[in-house]
Every structure is written in structure tokens, then in C-alpha cells.
């Protein structure tokens, strides 16, 4: 059976990638200033961040229900008889219920799933779903196997400026000053679906090394079976630049 596995941008997949790996994505708007722009017409992430860096006023709207069943006429159309498409997690948009009420008008050909995913951990379900195609699973197999363990992942993360959250509604402007003042720095955790705050830690490298001994915690109790099966992913992101990113990587390997 022929399935295309649809994604969107907050899988952190970008074109080049999409391509090589045979995904389809539906873009999410990014409104910079009011004017909207999609990854598809140039929109990169060094342009991204540059934009956002400079103080621009920038917003995401989801898709429209239009846009998306567009993509799946034009992917069945296409000679494909099924498709699973995994798009942000319910818990932060309201895209993938709105994707699940317009999937029921088409017999059971799109399979919508509900992940409860966002960034590494939504990536590392689009790779699941095309593994499994590939291994002969229908999209409705793929569907229920996706959400069967869509809790069984946690993203820690922290942020170098609070300017960022304060913008995005995440914290107040209070509580902004006073931690730019402190130079503190909060550790934000994503595990069921929500973004919720975990910790604050003085500077940087304390919240680096907090994130990191959180995780080798998690993987020696709550998926010590697991992990000693080889069956743990451990991802990192990052919106730092490339020698950055590969000190933090670095890190994480040696711990």
C-alpha cells in the first residue's frame, strides 16, 4: 500500500530533509509584521532567527482547514491510498483537532494523529511512521501504535534571553526584568503534551547541567529497561549557531 506520511514545520524537518526522507510537510505560517511567510518561499532558520533577534513583531497561525485538505486531495490525487499526517501537539494548537474533524470526510484514508509532540520528539515520530510503513503497517496501524506511546518522551529546554517568552505570553514582564537582572534562567519542561516550568537555575551552564542530569535520571529509573535495550532516543536542539550547537551536543555525549 502506497502512504504518505505528512508532517508540519514544528517537526523541525526542513525541505532538504523532507526530500531525502520521502516526507510531505504543510507549512505553518509565520506572520513577521504582518506579512506572512511560508519555509516553502524562502524562509529559513537563519532568516528566522535573524528576524526575530532584530525585534520584529512575529506570530504563527496554523494552517488553514482549506490548505490542508488541499494537500491531501493533491497527495491522493497523487497516487497515494492513504495518509498519516502528524502535525503539532493538540495540547499547544488547535490545528490537530480541527485536522481530526475534516480527516472524517475522507473513509479512513487520512489517519490524523493526536502526538502530543513538538521539535525532536515529533520528528522522531515521523521517523516511526515511515519505519513502520516501510515495514508494511497501514496508516491506521501507524496511527494507533504513534499515539499508543505518544507520552513516552520529555523535552527539557532553557533559553539564553527571557525577552522571548515574555513576548510569546510565557511569563510576565516582572518576572522577565527581575530574571534578566538575576541572570536567571528557566528550565521549561514538555512531557504530556504542554509546556510547563520545571526549574530556574543562575546563568547558563547551571541550567545546561540540570537538563542533563534530569535526563540520565529519567533513563536509569523510569526507562532503565528501555534504555538498557538500546530503545532510548536521546535528541538534542538547538537555535544556537553551528560551534555552539555542537559544544552542547558534545556534552551531552560525554555525560
Known sequence: MKIAILTDSNAGIDINEAKELGVHLAYTPIVIEEETFYQEDGLTKEKFYAELKSDK?????MPSPGDIMDRWDKLLDEGY?????????SGLSNSCHAAIQLSEE????VQVVDNHRISVTMRQAVLDAIWMADNGK???????????????????????????LKKGGRISSSVALVGGMLKVKP??????????????????????TVMIEEVK?????????????????ILAASSAD??????????IQEA
Open 138 to 164: 497501514d496508516a491506521k496501524e501507524i496511527k494507533e501504535a504513534l499515539e499508543a506511546n505518544a507520552f513516552d518522551s520529555i523535552i527539557y529546554l532553557t533559553v539564553d534571553d527571557l525577552k522571548y
Open 242 to 251: 553551528e560551534e555552539e550547537t555542537k559544544k552542547w551536543v558534545n556534552e
Open 187 to 208: 528550565i521549561l519542561k514538555f512531557d504530556i503534551g504542554t509546556l510547563d516550568s520545571f526549574k530556574n537555575c543562575r546563568g547558563l551552564i547551571k541550567a545546561k
Open 106 to 109: 475522507y473513509d479512513g484514508k
Open 57 to 61: 513583531n512575529i506570530t504563527t497561525s
Open 81 to 89: 491510498e492513504q495518509i498519516v499526517y502528524i502535525p503539532l501537539s
Open 217 to 233: 535520571r529519567i533513563v536509569t529509573t523510569d526507562y532503565a529497561e528501555d534504555f538498557e535495550k538500546g530503545n532510548v532516543h
